[in-house]
């Protein structure tokens, strides 16, 4: 099923890409030692290419692997064009010092990913409702996270209501919505990242846009986007309007 998401959007990915990683790409089962407890992931390749990016998928029962509502949002963020071509640029990009290439700032990486799942109209996916359906709901979830994880660590929000919260916005169930909750508690304002850094890129895209008219070329966006790795966002913006200033 993922095979088949990554090769519909294949010529759309050339239009929206001039530059993609070398490092190779697979998609693997997860290993049955932790397939029970493991989630769909990506698993990053070496900078030598020795290694491939790997999009792991567990699979406990084949016969019983059904699609779900979420597979091309979830191929968009974790695999192609998200954290493989993300991660895999950086690395292979020799002219930064190490500690860039391997190195990584929350809201530009997990940002970049949930600006992919945007990408899916432009990719040719969602065209089937169902998976319209569940990108919409991975977005509402990350918007849901902004609303939680701030009220929990301002002290506005117990345990019990940001669980309830959830549960009340969004087709999640308690099991799932204690444990995002948890997560949120374990780790403060890391969920926060993906939103704000999606935001950023949407909003210097649709400004470049306006801005350049005609001179405004997506696939250079993208590029420079990639370009020279994570960084704060701060430094980012700085960065995208010194480009946006050379294409006028």
């Known amino acids: 099923a993922f095979d088949q998401i990554h090769k519909r959007m294949e010529s759309n990915l050339k239009k929206m890409f001039n530059h993609v990683p070398k490092t190779p790409f697979e998609i693997r089962q997860t290993e049955a030692f932790r397939a029970a407890s493991a989630s769909a992931e990506y698993n990053q390749g070496s900078a030598d290419g020795s290694r491939p990016g790997i999009f792991y998928v567990p699979i406990l029962d084949a016969k019983t692997f059904n699609t779900t509502s979420g597979m091309e949002s979830l191929?968009?963020?974790?695999?192609?064009?998200?954290?493989?071509?993300?991660?895999?640029?950086?690395?292979?990009?020799?002219?930064?010092?190490?500690?860039?290439?391997?190195?990584?700032?929350?809201?530009?990486?997990?940002?970049?990913?949930?600006?992919?799942?945007?990408?899916?109209?432009?990719?040719?996916?969602?065209?089937?409702?169902y998976q319209y359906m569940g990108a919409l709901g991975d977005e509402m979830h990350r918007a849901i996270r902004l609303v939680v994880d701030v009220g929990i660590h301002t002290k506005n929000m117990t345990r019990e209501q940001a669980i309830k919260y959830m549960m009340d916005n969004e087709a999640i169930s308690e099991q799932g919505a204690t444990a995002e909750i948890e997560r949120y508690m374990g780790i403060p304002a890391q969920a926060l990242g993906y939103k704000i850094g999606a935001l950023k890129i949407r909003e210097l895209r649709t400004k470049y846009e306006k801005e350049l008219g005609n001179k405004f070329n997506l696939a250079e966006f993208h590029d420079q986007v990639l370009k020279d790795g994570s960084m704060p966002l701060a430094v980012f913006e700085k960065k995208m309007d010194s480009w946006a200033a050379t294409q006028k």
């Open 75 to 129: 191929f968009l963020h974790e695999a192609i064009p998200g954290h493989h071509y993300q991660i895999s640029l950086t690395q292979e990009n020799t002219s930064l010092p190490k500690f860039r290439r391997f190195g990584g700032d929350n809201a530009y990486v997990e940002g970049w990913a949930l600006y992919c799942e945007s990408l899916g109209k432009e990719l040719g996916l969602y065209t089937d409702p």
